[in-house]
């Protein structure tokens, strides 16, 4: 079975203070791993695809990065715009059906 | 603007009744999918249609059903067997198997 787990559950930061989310998993065999804001009483919003293991992608201040176990979400000197909740989902590489599966998320809140 | 339409935003539901949630895309996706998100937990997977006249359970499908009767419209019924209907319900779609599947903002619904 296709488990996602993300950490830390929540975490609180000042503006400018740089820090990672972490994204562990484990599937079999991966299509496609991805990253998500959530604001509140909204739909995900995608922000990233990531394939294969080394694989980097870079959006304003937020930097995905993938190895063959977990994902890490960088984000270089947050501002408060950044305040959202972070999910990450899984595509296995098996079936047709594109389905995703979905950690409970990261909720960040970046202060003044 | 091409995109993703949940109506309503907010649905309440009396005892032993049915309510259905309306999903409408213009964004020509083959594939569409209904999610549940409760407090704490992931999004869990209630169903999804690949193709006109056609769609699967997912992992929560008890106490659902939908119909796929035209490309841009995927609705979803909460019946009255389901008796914990409360949750944010989210509908999304994709094109092909490698690009990500994208959200409309939710449908909140509630027992009165």
């Known amino acids: 079975e296709d488990q996602v787990t993300q950490s830390p559950e929540a975490l609180r930061l000042q503006e400018g203070e740089s820090s990672s989310l972490n994204c562990s998993y484990t599937v079999s065999g991966l299509r496609g791993l991805f990253w998500y804001r959530q604001d509140p009483g909204k739909g995900p919003e995608f922000l990233f695809t990531?394939?294969?293991a080394g694989e980097e992608k870079e959006k304003e201040r937020l930097k995905a990065t993938l190895t063959k176990k977990e994902s890490f979400l960088h984000i270089t000197a947050p501002k408060p715009e950044d305040s959202a909740t972070y999910l990450c989902a899984v595509q296995a590489n098996t079936g047709t059906a594109s389905k995703l599966t979905f950690g409970t998320g990261t909720r960040l809140q970046v202060t003044l | 603007d091409g995109g993703i339409t949940q109506s309503p935003k907010y649905l309440f539901r009396k005892e032993g009744q049915n309510v259905t949630l309306s999903c409408e895309q213009n964004?020509?996706?083959?594939?569409m999918y209904w999610y549940r998100q409760d407090p704490g937990q992931g999004l869990r997977l209630i169903y999804y249609?690949?193709?006109?006249?056609?769609?699967q359970k997912g992992d929560i499908a008890e106490g659902y059903s939908v119909s796929r009767e035209k490309k841009e419209s995927f609705p979803l019924t909460v019946t009255s067997a389901q008796k914990n209907p409360t949750a944010f319900y989210l509908c999304?779609?994709?094109?092909?198997?490698?690009?990500?599947?994208?959200f409309g903002d939710g449908t909140r619904l509630s027992i009165l």
């Open positions: 249609s690949q193709i006109v006249n056609d769609f």
């Open positions: 964004l020509n996706h083959d594939a």
């Open positions: 990531l394939y294969s």
């Open positions: 999304a779609s994709k094109t092909n198997n490698y690009q990500p599947q994208h």
